[in-house]
């Protein structure tokens, strides 16, 4: 069984740094594309970024793009978050996900296209 903990969240003031972390277990870490989502009260949970199996490819969505950083260490079976330059309008629950797809080649931004999702970890930045 799959099973994905986040964790980093917490406060921090407008223009602050927080870098997330989620380790992986269960099955093989380095097959799988891994995304971060986040989703705000009263809104629908949206794409932040996601990184290929293989971490040559890393995708943004707009809002985070140039702000936020998405890595993977195999070593460690852990994807992480960067977020730079934080925003009050980036406070939400995030949540780690790891793709269905083994080697897939797509973008990865699909939330339907992720089958095992961890806990979330609430991030909250204040202005």
């Known amino acids: 069984q799959v099973q994905l903990v986040e964790s980093g969240g917490g406060l921090v003031q407008a223009g602050g740094s927080l870098r997330l972390s989620c380790a992986a277990s269960?099955?093989?870490?380095?097959?799988?594309?891994m995304g971060w989502f986040r989703q705000a009260p009263g809104k629908e949970r949206e794409f932040v970024a996601a990184?290929?199996?293989?971490?040559?490819?890393?995708y943004y969505a707009d809002s985070v793009k140039g702000r936020f950083t998405i890595s993977r260490d195999t070593s460690k079976n852990t994807v992480y978050l960067q977020m730079n330059s934080l925003k009050p309008e980036d406070t939400a629950v995030y949540y780690c996900?790891?793709?269905?797809?083994?080697?897939?080649?797509?973008?990865?931004?699909?939330?339907?296209?992720?089958?095992?999702w961890g806990q979330g970890t609430q991030v909250t930045v204040s202005s």
């Open positions: 996900a790891e793709h269905s797809g083994r080697y897939y080649l797509g973008t990865l931004t699909l939330p339907s296209e992720y089958n095992y």
């Open positions: 269960g099955r093989t870490f380095s097959r799988y594309g």
């Open positions: 990184i290929s199996w293989s971490g040559a490819n890393t």
